[in-house]
């Protein structure tokens, strides 16, 4: 049978893509290998979030083209292929076919094309594919690699914030059946997994015939056998009481809320058009953290968008500094092309992006460490990733709250999903501890 090369460029939500894709070619008695040279099938799953990411994966073209034999295929799908459908066969005219985000029903059919028997009986063993993870960590990596799985949950997105392509190349948003999304993460949980990330643009707009995000959280935490359920990610604007109340009933649920602000300024979220203001989510955090005590809150900040001020960005700095949030995902506004907010006056010099992102890097670096310090001397229930990438003599995983835990290897606890370690340092970038 065929054997196919999977590369995944980008986001959360094109892995569970091409997870997805994986599972369809798998189910056709495909198999998977981690060389180009070797593969009957190349298929690239791409990235159009930044210029940079289109860069790597034309560059990445250039050196399939060499790599593939002459009788192999390549198949580019994900957000780049929509956005360069145009051009990219011109760009990159050894591609065989291009698929976006929204013609992955019509995988099955070009495999066909391709001579991949699809008469045969489907299989439903568990999936086995070398993941990039993998890749790096050898074998070692794999028996880890299903323990997480993701599973998306909405297609597309309707907010179009001024800084993000996503809309242009995923399409309107479009909730996906509850009874799919069930039946994927029960496939998941019989082939291993322990922890499901359900994926979304936004998750808190899903609606189905008038089941909601917080109806849908009740009805997969009830799912037999799922042990660790989260969810990414959520929009402020969307984001209610309704969902906390749920959160705090489904007992399987991961205690951390993934919430992005981006500014703590009220004319740069307009200028961003993120429909909300500081007051607002401030509100909605804080019957969070009255309903949830004990949870972590993570964000996404965006330092030097065009317009902000000093003023706007001492407000975020502020807002980090008061220890807001236990973690933060951190950027320097990058210009994309195509987007209301490249041609945005005035813009901020990259220079002055840098320099505030270092600065609120800093201040969540010291929150994090706080947040850290507090689980010393207690024992927390750690997912397993495997050998830690720094040093093979020792593990590494996550707990609930999406707290890095790294610890000696234990032939005792090796093979273990879950692990219980005590935790005895703190860090900013997570915790170290000994099996208990």
């Known amino acids: 049978m ?14 569970a893509d091409s997870n997805g894709l994986a599972h369809q070619a798998w189910s056709l008695g495909c198999s998977f290998t981690e060389t180009p040279e070797t593969a009957d099938i190349l298929i690239v799953n791409t ?38 459908r145009a051009v990219m066969r011109s760009k990159a005219p050894w591609v065989d076919a291009l698929l976006g985000p929204r013609e992955y029903g019509a995988f099955k059919a070009l495999l066909a094309d391709w001579g ?5 009986p489907p299989r439903d063993t568990p999936l086995q594919m070398p993941s990039s993870e993998t890749l790096d960590g050898g074998a070692d990596a794999l028996e880890y690699s299903h323990l997480r799985s993701l599973v998306s949950i909405t297609r597309g997105c309707e907010k179009f914030c001024t800084y993000c392509i996503v809309p242009y190349t995923r399409g309107p948003l479009e909730s996906i059946g509850p009874e799919e999304i069930e039946s994927q993460v029960r496939r998941e ?10 994926l979304g643009q936004n998750v808190n ?17 009830s799912i037999e056998g799922l042990e660790r359920l989260t969810f990414l990610t959520s929009h402020p604007h969307d984001f ?24 703590a300024s009220n ?11 500081v007051e607002e989510y401030l509100e909605k955090i804080a019957y969070f953290r009255e309903r949830l005590p004990g949870w972590a809150l993570t964000t996404d900040i965006i330092c030097g968008f065009p317009t902000e001020t000093e003023h706007d960005f001492e407000a975020t700095l502020e807002l980090v500094r008061r220890g807001t949030f236990e973690y933060a995902f951190i950027f320097a506004y990058s210009p994309r092309s195509g987007t209301p907010a490249a041609t945005m006056t005035p813009q901020v010099e990259p220079q002055e992006r840098l320099r505030r992102l270092q600065a609120v890097n800093s201040a969540q670096l010291d929150s994090s460490r706080r947040f850290h310090e507090r689980f010393i001397g207690e024992t927390v229930r750690v997912l397993s990733s495997g050998p830690s990438k720094k040093d093979a003599a020792k ?25 219980d370690v005590a935790i005895d340092q703190a860090h900013s970038w997570g915790l170290i501890g000994q099996v208990a």
């Open 2 to 15: 065929p054997s196919v090369y999977l590369q995944t460029f980008g986001c959360q939500m094109n892995a």
């Open 47 to 84: 990235c159009a979030i930044r210029e940079k990411a289109e860069t790597r994966v034309y560059g990445r073209l250039g050196q399939l083209k060499s790599l593939k034999r002459p009788e192999s295929k390549l198949l580019v799908t994900g957000c780049l292929a929509e956005k360069d």
């Open 116 to 120: 991949v028997p699809t008469d045969l």
């Open 189 to 198: 949980v019989r082939c291993g997994a322990k922890e499901i990330t359900l």
């Open 205 to 221: 707009s899903y609606l189905y015939e008038g089941l909601n995000f917080a109806d849908l959280l009740r009805r997969v935490g």
């Open 240 to 263: 209610n009481r309704e969902v906390v109340d749920a959160l705090a009933e489904v007992q399987n649920v991961a205690p951390r809320l993934h919430l992005p602000i981006q500014s």
């Open 267 to 277: 004319e740069v979220l307009q200028a961003m058009g993120r429909l909300y203001t």
């Open 395 to 419: 593990m590494a995983g996550k707990t609930g709250h999406n707290v890095t835990v790294v610890w000696p290897r234990d032939e005792r606890t090796l093979h273990q999903a879950f692990v």
